[in-house]
C-alpha cells in the first residue's frame, strides 16, 4: 500500500442520460440527476484515483459515503466528478470528492473506501451464498 499516498487525484466526466434520472432510480419523480446515480459517480472517481497503485490482488470496497446533492442537474448536461485521496488510516481510504454540472457545484462528499485482499473478500461473500 505503500504507492497509496495523500493527493492522488482522478476526475471523470458524463452526461446526464434519461438512465441517470431520479425518476428513473425511484429517488424522486422529477427527471433531473438522481442521487444515487451522482453517488455512484463519486465511487467511481475515487476507484478511478487508485487505478495502478494498490498491488496485484488488492482492490478496494466503499465502506461510507457522506453526501450532499446541492443542485439539481437537466438530462442532457455534462457533470464532472473530482476526487482526490485526503487521508490513509492503515486500510482505510478517506476521499474528499466535488460535483459540477456546466453551471454550478451540484455535489460534496466524504468517501471510506478500504483495501481488502480481493481473493480473501470472494472467499467471504461466497461462504454467505
Known amino acids: 500500500m505503500s504507492n497509496l499516498t495523500v493527493g492522488l487525484r482522478a476526475e471523470f466526466e458524463l ?20 442521487t444515487p446515480a451522482l453517488v455512484g459517480a463519486m465511487e467511481k472517481t475515487a476507484v478511478l484515483a487508485l487505478e495502478k497503485h494498490l498491488p496485484i490482488g488488492q482492490t478496494t470496497v466503499g465502506g461510507r459515503i457522506e453526501v450532499r446533492h446541492l443542485a439539481p442537474t437537466p438530462v442532457g448536461m455534462k457533470v464532472r466528478v473530482a476526487a482526490e ?45
Open 85 to 129: 485521496l485526503s487521508e490513509v488510516e492503515g486500510r482505510k481510504l478517506v476521499f474528499k470528492i466535488e460535483a459540477w454540472d456546466e453551471v454550478e457545484k451540484i455535489g460534496e462528499a466524504f468517501h471510506d473506501r478500504f483495501v481488502v485482499d480481493q481473493f480473501k473478500f470472494m472467499e467471504k461473500v461466497r461462504a454467505k451464498g
Open 15 to 34: 452526461t446526464v442520460t434519461d438512465a441517470d434520472t431520479a425518476s428513473r432510480w425511484g429517488s424522486g419523480l422529477v427527471p433531473v440527476y438522481s
